[in-house]
Structure formats: C-alpha cells, structure tokens
C-alpha cells in the first residue's frame, strides 16, 4: 500500500469538508468531547506530530488536548498542515521513518473528515476505495479496549453485509447513521 497516496487522498477528501468548519467552530461533532475546533485542532496536530515522526522518528502521540492551530479560516489552517506534511512525507526515507504511524494518521483524517462532515450538515460519503482500505488497515487491531481511548469509542455491531463505511465507522465506534 501507498499510505503516502492513501493520506494525499484521505486528507484531500477531508480539506473538502473544512470550508463549512469556519463557520461552525463552537458546534458539536461526533466525537462527544470535542467541538469542531477541538476536532479540526486535533487533525492539524496529527499531522504535525507525523511529520516529526516522520523526520525524526515517533516519540509519544499527538498532544492531548491538542493546541489551539485554527485562527480565523480553519480550511486555510488545514490546508497549510495538509501540503506542510505531505511535502515531509515525500521526501526520501519520510515515509519509511514514519513507519506504522503514517497508516494510522490516513484512517484518522478519514474518520475525522466524516465527523467534520457531519457535524456541519454535509455529505459524509467517503470514496469507497478508501474506507475499504481504512478499514483493512485497523479491523482487529484495536480490540483490546485499553487499546480505543478517546478517538475510538468501543466497537458498535453491524451486519456482515454492511457497506464498508458503515464497518469502518462501527468500528470506530461510531454509528453509520
């Protein structure tokens, strides 16, 4: 798998979905404890913290609470961390150095990307391609609950016939719906 493309792509799909966040930085989003700029703050901040990953090699995680990154065009702000990280991760060896955690920061804009959407009232339809990969990339690998923490709430049951959206969010713990 190409996680470089994978996150271009996931976080190109999310940076859709941030013009209508400006406007609806004190609103709620799925993920309970966040507001969206609590949400938009955390995925300018994981892509900080991969971009030192990626650089100097993973230390820790992403802030938490994150720091306050959004100023008064959140779509900007993500948009400057989006280019910001993809221009480290192409450089030679980024990739590799960022190991693990670069698949992990693709599945991350793409859920986050659907909470923004639906927290503003937009389409939260994610290119199939990609939530069939996000889910690939994390089924069964957080089943420990000590493992879910925050971000991932415990795992909601959905038919095997599911779309894959729907498994991926499930098992991110969010409802499809």
């Not at 703050?41 to 802030?63: D, F, K």
């Not at 925050?150 to 991926?168: G, M, S, T």
């Amino acid at each position: 798998m190409d996680f470089v493309d994978l996150f271009d792509r996931s976080s190109a799909w999310a940076a859709r979905k941030m013009p209508s966040s400006t406007d609806a930085l004190d609103g709620s989003t799925p993920c309970e404890e966040w507001n969206v700029r609590a949400l938009v703050n955390h995925m300018i901040e994981v892509q900080h913290w991969l971009r030192g990953a990626a650089t100097e090699g993973a230390s820790g995680g992403p802030a938490d609470p994150p720091p306050d990154r959004v100023g008064t065009d959140a779509a900007a702000d993500y948009e400057a961390a989006r280019q910001g990280t993809l221009a480290v991760l192409r450089e030679p060896g980024a990739a590799e150095k960022a190991g693990m955690f670069l698949g992990i920061c693709f599945v991350d804009q793409l859920m986050h990307g659907w909470d923004v959407a639906k927290a503003t009232g937009q389409d939260a339809t994610m290119p199939e391609d990609l939530a069939a990969t996000a889910f690939s990339v994390i089924d069964g690998r957080m089943d420990d609950p000590s493992m879910r923490g925050k971000n991932f709430k415990p795992r909601i049951e959905v038919p095997d016939d599911a779309p894959v959206q729907h498994k991926l969010l499930a098992y991110g713990g969010r409802g499809p719906q």
